[in-house]
């Protein structure tokens, strides 16, 4: 099996894992804080993502291409200045934001999140960030040697961490205020990074093949045309996660004040959100683990075929990507439509925000191509293409989140609507941009055959849960109605030739079993 396979495979398997336990974690933070302690959560989370972006840099991804390209060349010299440049730049930029962040928490609870309880989940934020700073190029450094175990192993322990001390942080600081709560929650991240940077610090220690404190700041010196080859992948993709981390930063903003001129309370706007954010959302980019899996490995694996212009690797790769998304993205988006109810009340207790769902989830086959299109265009050295298609959508979504949510008739589905136009143009652009570049053959037959077998697995589902074991418990009626959906949903894609069996083979215990 190939490293891009292997390494995709590894990623799925803790993708999955770190899901489900980001969904356990969100569960107990619901019924721990309830509607509106979830809503002040959500409202500083985007802050979280922004000041983070802005610490990483976007040098995940220019350490895991450069590092590819010298790993081909065998250039482990250059492999130690692109960390060495890396922890510099990051642990610098740190050092600057952290103190930043926390003066500024003040000004930005009480003007601009209109909800002054928002400065203690923010407050929270801070610590987090020079951890993030060093754990971010460890992580790039193992993706570009297309090891991927560490960083998978590593996303998994934070999320256990974070499960493991919730349930206890936010009963703890609940009597003093929903807001402690909210910012015990956040703090219960902060040392899942914590311990996260701890194992990939020990597994860096165990596998480097160089001394990295050896010569540090001479490394640094010398580390101009480094620091110039880094920057060019770089600042692009800061630029498009910056885009993507200042709209969601504003969108709550946006959100409260539209919603207010659509004569919603700050309360009640609160509330609406973080049922759209904190309940809905997490569960639509819950498949989204299949598509960072591929995202991540595909920028080493075609980086490193672009390096030797092996252009029908190029394609076969991200056809075998796209073809994957479509397929599983597919069986995502009819269990979440069929199920949304039930889904919402067996995780949270309420159906608060399967509406959203439901409006939401046939577009969500958009979204979840995103990921490994934008990851094609960066192993491309089109990461500025990709910057500025994320900058349209962005500027889009924010107008037509403002445009409805402000009208009595749409509140707060019109912030869904806004949601839903921003990523389907944003995937449209970069899917038009990497057909500039590599050339791809549509197979339209596989989509037809693809849609028909996601709307008979849909009606199947429907019609057992509505009609078969209604006296049964929820939990086994919903688990029967989605195992039967992803039943005769695989078995429709056999039958059309969607799944062939020589590629069953090649996936780790399946293909033994099929082999046998």
């Known amino acids: 099996m190939s490293k891009f396979l292997k390494g995709t495979f590894i990623l799925l398997i803790a993708g999955f894992i770190t899901r489900i336990l980001g969904f356990i974690y969100r569960i107990v933070l619901a019924r721990s804080i309830g509607e509106e302690g979830v809503g002040l959560y959500m409202m500083a989370y985007p802050t979280f993502i922004l000041v983070v972006t802005i610490t990483q840099l976007g040098l995940p991804v220019a350490i895991s291409k450069n590092i590819a390209e010298a790993e081909a060349r065998r250039d482990y010299a250059e492999i130690k200045k692109i960390l060495v440049v890396s922890l510099a730049i990051t642990i610098g930029l740190s050092i600057i934001i952290t103190p930043a962040m926390i003066l500024l928490a003040p000004f930005l609870s009480t003007t601009l999140f209109t909800d002054p309880r928002t400065y203690y989940p923010l407050m929270a934020i801070a610590p987090a960030l020079p951890i993030i700073a060093v754990s971010s190029v460890l992580r790039g450094y193992f993706q570009g040697r297309q090891n991927m175990r560490p960083s998978a192993i590593s996303q998994v322990l934070e999320q256990f961490v974070r499960i493991s001390i919730i349930a206890t942080a936010t009963k703890t600081f609940l009597p003093y205020g929903v807001e402690y709560a909210a910012a015990a929650a956040m703090g219960a991240s902060v040392l899942g990074e914590l311990l996260s940077l701890i194992y990939l610090l020990t597994m860096f220690k165990l596998k480097k093949r160089f001394k990295l404190r ?18 060019e992948i770089a600042i692009p993709t800061m630029g498009s996660r910056m885009i993507g981390s200042i709209a969601w930063f504003f969108e709550p903003i946006v959100v ?6 659509a004569g919603v309370v700050a309360v009640n706007a609160t509330k609406q959100y973080g049922a759209l954010t904190g309940y809905a959302m997490p569960l639509l980019m819950l498949p989204s683990f299949v598509t960072f899996s591929l995202a991540t490995s595909l920028v080493p694996a075609i980086s490193e075929a672009n390096s030797k212009n092996n252009h029908k690797l190029i394609e076969y790769r991200l056809q075998q990507a796209l073809r994957f998304v479509f397929l599983t993205g597919g069986l995502a988006v009819i269990v979440l439509y069929v199920l949304a109810d039930p889904l919402m009340q067996l995780m949270y207790g309420s159906a608060k925000g399967s509406y959203f769902i439901q409006i939401m989830a046939p577009f969500f086959l958009f979204y979840y191509y995103q990921g490994p299109l934008q990851a094609v265009l960066q192993a491309l050295n089109l990461a500025r293409a990709a910057m500025i298609n994320s900058l349209i959508g962005a500027v889009v979504k924010t107008a037509v989140i403002f445009l409805l949510a402000s009208q009595p008739s749409f509140g707060i589905t019109g912030a869904a609507l806004g949601i839903i136009v921003g990523f389907v143009l944003v995937t449209g652009l970069h899917f038009a941009t990497v057909l500039k570049k590599v050339s791809f053959s549509f ?3 596989d989509y037809v055959k693809g849609f028909i077998a996601m709307g008979v697995a849909a009606w199947c589902g429907y019609w057992l849960f509505e ?5 049964i418990h929820l939990v086994i009626r919903v688990s029967f109605a989605a195992f039967s ?10 039958i059309f030739g969607l799944i062939k069996k020589d590629e069953l083979k090649r996936i780790p215990w399946i293909g033994k079993f099929i082999t046998t």
């Open 467 to 471: 009609n078969i074991l209604l006296e």
């Open 443 to 445: 197979y339209i037959r």
């Open 214 to 231: 050896k010569d540090f700041f001479q490394f640094i010196h010398k580390g101009k045309r480094t620091f110039k080859d880094l920057m």
């Open 256 to 261: 409260a004040h539209s919603l207010a001129l």
């Open 485 to 494: 959906m992803t039943l005769s949903y695989s078995i429709l894609l056999l």
